[in-house]
Each structure stands twice: as structure tokens, then as C-alpha cells.
């Protein structure tokens, strides 16, 4: 099956800074979602991106399918961003999400 | 709101229990998926149901077993509960087919802890 794979598992910011967060993948998508999970343990959709790239505020990703990776990019972190992120291909067997073992991210104020 | 919701938020059960959690979704999706996340937080997926049809079915125990009424709604029952199913477990669903975009929306996650 698919292998994923996030970094970096923990990352530590001041509020305002910028940081990416990066997702390989061992083999062809069909599409891919980012999520956060906040500490309350809500999983947020942040992208659905299967290639290309989409911005949504102070968020934005970038998908290469073709060389099997993904970025998140977070600029000017505010503390409401702490959390786990997590990068989810979906393969073609069935439409199941294959998780990464996410990013912690903990922006200090 | 249009959702995904489940019930309950919080299970903590005796182990030798049988428990089950509900699933209801109005987003109008055809397709709802139960994933586990476990102590460290990892997510798999466990079933998938497309139009109350079994499609994804993981290496998960016969105790898990997962029933849909409905295409709005997929629950799940566990019997004899261990030790080891504590964890977060989220319902999913996505619109599949020609032209649909397959995002997934998940619920809030019910964790179950087993004593």
C-alpha cells in the first residue's frame, strides 16, 4: 500500500513566523486532503488538493503528483494554529484516506 | 447545520461490554467510512459503506461489526470489548461517482475508553 510520510513531526514557532510542512507519498493519488486536528480533537479540512496549488488565507498547499509530495504552507502563525496536521492521499482501492503520522505544531505566543 | 455527527462524544465502558456508536450524516454523501486513531495518533481507516454496500472492510476483528440503515447513517458495534480498542474513533463521508469530488468530512470522534 501507500506509504506516507510528514515533516517535520514537531515543530515549534513564535507567532508570526512562517513555516512548510512537507507530505511525500510512495506512489500515484488519486487526490489528497490536508487536515487539522485541534486540540480539541476536531479534524478540520483545510485542502482538498490532488495537484496544483490553493490558498486560503494565511494557509496555502501545493501538490506535485508527479513527483509524489505535498506542502502546507502556514504564514504568520497564530496560536489558534497549534495542532496536529495531517496529510491524507487516497489511493485507488476503495477511496480509503491513508494518514501520515502528522506534524505537531505548537505556536507560542 | 448540515454535518457529520456522532453519537456518543464519550464512551467508557467495562471491557467484556458490547457498545456501539452512531453515525448520521446530511451533507447527502453516498459513501461513510469509520477510521480509528490510536493513543498516538495515528488514523486508519477500518470500513467504508457505499450506499449501505460494504466496499472497504481493513483487518479489523469480527468484533467490530459495522451496520448502514441508510445511506445517512453508518454505526458501529463492537462486542466483547478490550482493552485495546481505547481510542478515538471518526466517522467519515464523501460524495463518490462520476464528477464528485470525493473530499471527506469527518465528525467530531467518540473516544472510547475501555476499563
Known amino acids: 500500500g501507500i506509504q506516507v510520510e510528514q515533516s517535520p513531526p514537531d515543530l515549534i514557532l513564535q507567532e508570526g513566523a512562517n513555516s512548510t510542512l512537507r507530505c511525500n507519498f510512495s506512489d500515484s493519488v488519486n487526490n489528497l486532503q490536508w487536515f487539522h486536528q485541534n486540540p480539541w480533537g476536531q479534524l478540520i479540512n483545510l485542502f482538498y488538493i490532488p495537484s496544483g496549488t490553493k490558498q486560503n488565507g494565511r494557509l496555502s498547499a501545493t501538490t506535485v503528483a508527479t513527483e509524489r509530495y505535498s506542502l502546507l504552507y502556514i504564514s504568520s502563525s497564530q496560536t489558534t494554529d497549534s495542532g496536529v496536521y495531517f496529510c491524507?492521499?487516497?489511493?485507488?482501492?476503495?477511496?480509503?484516506?491513508?494518514f501520515g503520522q502528522g506534524t505537531e505544531l505548537s505556536v507560542k505566543p | 447545520d448540515t454535518a457529520v455527527s456522532q453519537t456518543p462524544k464519550y464512551l467508557v465502558t467495562q471491557m467484556g461490554n458490547d457498545k456501539s456508536i452512531k453515525c448520521e450524516q446530511n451533507l447527502g454523501h453516498d459513501t461513510m467510512y469509520w477510521y480509528k486513531q490510536d493513543s498516538k495518533k495515528f488514523l486508519k481507516i477500518m470500513f467504508s459503506?457505499?450506499?449501505?454496500?460494504?466496499?472497504i472492510n481493513e483487518t479489523v476483528p469480527n468484533r467490530f461489526s459495522p451496520k448502514s440503515p441508510d445511506k445517512a447513517h453508518l454505526n458501529l458495534h463492537i462486542n466483547s470489548l478490550e482493552l485495546g480498542d481505547s481510542a478515538v474513533y471518526f466517522c467519515a463521508s464523501s460524495q463518490t461517482g462520476q464528477g464528485a469530488s470525493r473530499e471527506q468530512f469527518f465528525g467530531p470522534g467518540t473516544r472510547l475508553t475501555v476499563l
Open positions: 491524507a492521499p487516497r489511493g485507488n482501492q476503495g477511496g480509503k484516506l491513508i
Open positions: 459503506y457505499n450506499n449501505k454496500e460494504l466496499i
